[in-house]
């Protein structure tokens, strides 16, 4: 879910910025006027959403995520896995990850 949100982020960047590079008035953000990613955020440091809560609207998107495997893993396993994971300030299923990835990075 995480990295499907990232992308989405990353994607939305991307129109954003080069919909703000056209110079156009109308490429300004409906709400804050904003005319960078920079200042939407500034703005939004600054707004609170349910003050303009009736001047958005829905809208429907679709989001494609990469489709995940799951690996059954011994509880004594997961256990330490997850220690380690808590030691280093990341879930398990991303020391899972990049432990996994090492490993086959070196056996190539």
Not at 13 to 22: I, P
Not at 25 to 41: C, F, N, Q, V, W
Not at 98 to 103: F, G, H, S, T, V
């Amino acid at each position: 879910m995480a990295v499907a949100k990232v992308l989405l982020f990353i994607k939305w960047h991307r129109w954003l910025t080069d919909a703000m590079n056209k110079n156009d008035d109308d490429r300004l953000t409906s709400i804050s006027k904003a005319g960078t990613p920079e200042e939407i955020g500034d703005f939004w440091d600054t707004h609170s959403l349910a003050d303009y809560w009736d001047q958005t609207h829905e809208v429907e998107f679709e989001v494609r995520a990469n489709r995940r495997r799951r690996v059954t893993l011994d509880p004594d396993v997961y256990a330490q896995v997850e220690v380690q994971a808590r030691t280093r300030g990341v879930l398990p299923e991303t020391l899972v990850n990049l432990w996994l990835a090492e490993r086959l990075q070196a056996a190539k």
